[in-house]
């Protein structure tokens, strides 16, 4: 339990500091206006990153958790997107969000 409490308190720090933290990204503006609140911003893809809007809710998802190591794994903390990236196919990405709207 906290191993996962952990890794959703650095999910939203990322996601905090990505949107307000730096002033290099142009779309810095723009990423946080329109996320609403309860809700974050990721890229997914595996060439060509894509972005959709998740409700915070999903992070406590156990195998959204299994993406979120993932994404670790391969990037660490450091995005190359100014955000938080999750390396699997779009296609993947959504069939999964979706089962979560069902539970």
């Known amino acids: 339990m906290a191993i996962r409490f952990s890794r959703i308190i650095q999910a939203k720090q990322l996601l905090r500091r990505s949107s307000f933290g730096s002033n290099n990204n142009a779309n810095a503006a723009t990423t946080s206006a329109d996320v609403p609140r309860g809700y974050c911003a990721v890229y997914v893809g595996e060439s060509e990153r894509k972005r959709h ?36 196919r779009e296609d993947i990405f959504i069939d999964l969000t979706s089962r979560f709207c069902r539970v």
Do not use: K
């Open 53 to 88: 809007v998740i409700p915070i809710a999903y992070l406590n998802q156990p195998s959204f958790q299994n993406l979120l190591r993932q994404a670790e794994e391969e990037f660490g903390y450091d995005h190359p997107m100014g955000g938080l990236t999750i390396p699997c």
